[in-house]
């Protein structure tokens, strides 16, 4: 565990952090509890009791399938409303697995590492099976479905 960060800190950061910018760190009063905060936002997370956290906020692959759930559910909300169709209700459930049996009984290089991401998209209004099926085929659409189903190239370097 470091050092407890400080409010005045955490307002410095929020008052530093540049359009399109996200700052994450350490809370410093848990084990994992991390502070994000993107300018306007701040949010936590951590992990569970059961890895070692505090519980005090999502986990980060909780925190992803929250974006692409949200990105998912506000994609298919700005199409039905532009198209003018009748959606009450856009429910989107989201499971990140892995079946590393199942995954590589095939593969040759044996120990391979395949993620999963099930989404369940529940529409709920008076469509028709055609709207559905397009509003369908827009999640796929969804820009946080395509970054990750893209090749991403995460650059690191230290900081002073």
Same mark, same amino acid.
């Not at 530093?16 to 949010?43: C, I, P, Y």
């Given at each position: 565990?470091?050092?407890?960060? /400080?409010? !005045?800190?955490?307002?410095?950061? %929020?008052?530093?952090?540049?359009?399109?910018? &996200?700052?994450?760190? /350490?809370? !410093?009063?848990?084990?994992?509890? %991390?502070?994000?905060?993107?300018?306007?936002? &701040?949010?936590?997370?951590?992990?569970p009791k059961e890895a070692g956290g505090d519980d005090r906020g999502p986990s980060p692959y909780r925190l992803l399938l929250m974006a692409l759930g949200s990105c998912t559910s506000m994609t298919l909300r700005l199409y039905a409303n532009r198209k003018g169709w009748p959606v009450d209700r856009i429910t989107v459930r989201l499971r990140h697995f892995r079946d590393y049996a199942t995954d590589c009984k095939n593969c040759p290089e044996g120990n391979v590492q395949i993620e999963r991401i099930e989404r369940l998209i529940e529409l709920v209004g008076p469509l028709d099976d055609a709207q559905r099926a397009r509003l369908l085929e827009i999640a796929e659409k969804c820009p946080v479905h395509r970054t990750l189903e893209a090749s991403v190239r995460v650059e690191s370097r230290l900081g002073s």
């Open positions: 565990m470091g050092k407890p960060i /400080e409010a !005045g800190a955490i307002e410095s950061l %929020q008052l530093s952090t540049g359009k399109g910018t &996200v700052v994450v760190t /350490e809370r !410093g009063d848990g084990a994992f509890t %991390q502070v994000m905060l993107d300018g306007r936002h &701040v949010l936590l997370a951590d992990e």
